[in-house]
């Protein structure tokens, strides 16, 4: 096993950062609403908010390389009697550009080439169908990755020799190496857009808000 003191960082995209250190990003669980334990450090936050802070800075990370756009199109509802305007998430001057496998972030890049909605596209992002907790389940999918490239423990375990359950562990090990890495650059990322872009800041949130909303599973 690796020696945490001599790991070196570990590839991580900004989006998986966010994920692994959610407590750095995302307010404390309420009695409401799905919690998510953060593997770093076993803290519970709300999924939704730590979804959103995942997806955005997924797309923020994509704009920052260069590999996406945001444009501000126009539309029409109502049978064309009312306009409407939409975020849309286009390719960038480096389209090219890869992004580990799995990611939100090469989900993005690749999506990017048809010039979606960025509420639209973030819905597949989330699921592929509605389910009680789209942000969980995204979540789900994101740690089966990061399992599969090393970073995470998947320990699986069957009851009644019929259902079986996945948990995932942050090894001290890859937590160390991780930690090389940091959040800050993640953290300094998400605070500008909001600060000095507010505008994008506001309607990004806003379509990944929409996006849960919808595929968000009714109890009925």
């Not at 908010?49 to 800075?57: E, Q």
């Not at 990370?61 to 409407?84: D, N, P, S, W």
């Not at 949130?205 to 968000?216: F, G, L, P, Q, V």
């Amino acid at each position: 096993m690796t020696n945490p003191q001599n790991a070196a960082p570990l590839v991580l995209t900004p989006s998986e950062r966010v994920l692994l250190f959610g407590d750095r990003f995302a307010r404390p669980a309420g009695m409401l609403g799905h919690g998510e334990v953060v593997l770093s450090s076993g803290t519970k936050v709300g999924a939704d908010d730590l979804a959103k802070a995942v997806i955005a800075a997924a797309y923020l990370a994509c704009e920052q390389a260069g590999a996406i756009r945001f444009e501000e199109r126009q539309g029409k509802a109502m049978f064309g009697l009312m306009k409407t305007n939409a975020l849309h998430v286009v390719p960038g001057e480096r389209a090219g550009m890869r992004w580990p496998g799995g990611s939100l972030e090469s989900w993005i890049v690749e999506g990017a080439q048809q010039q979606p909605k960025v509420n639209e596209f973030t819905q597949r992002l989330l699921c592929a169908s509605q389910e009680y907790s789209p942000s969980q389940e995204m979540f789900g999918r994101l740690k089966q990755v990061l399992a599969e490239r090393g970073v995470l423990h998947a320990d699986t375990k069957t009851t009644l020799k019929v259902f079986t359950s996945v948990s995932y562990i942050l090894p001290d090990f890859a937590r160390a190496a991780a930690e090389q890495g940091g959040t800050q650059h993640v953290q300094v990322m998400l605070d500008g857009t909001r600060q000095q872009r507010p505008r994008l800041w506001t309607d990004l949130i806003a379509a990944i808000e929409r996006a849960i909303n919808w595929m968000t599973a009714s109890g009925e």
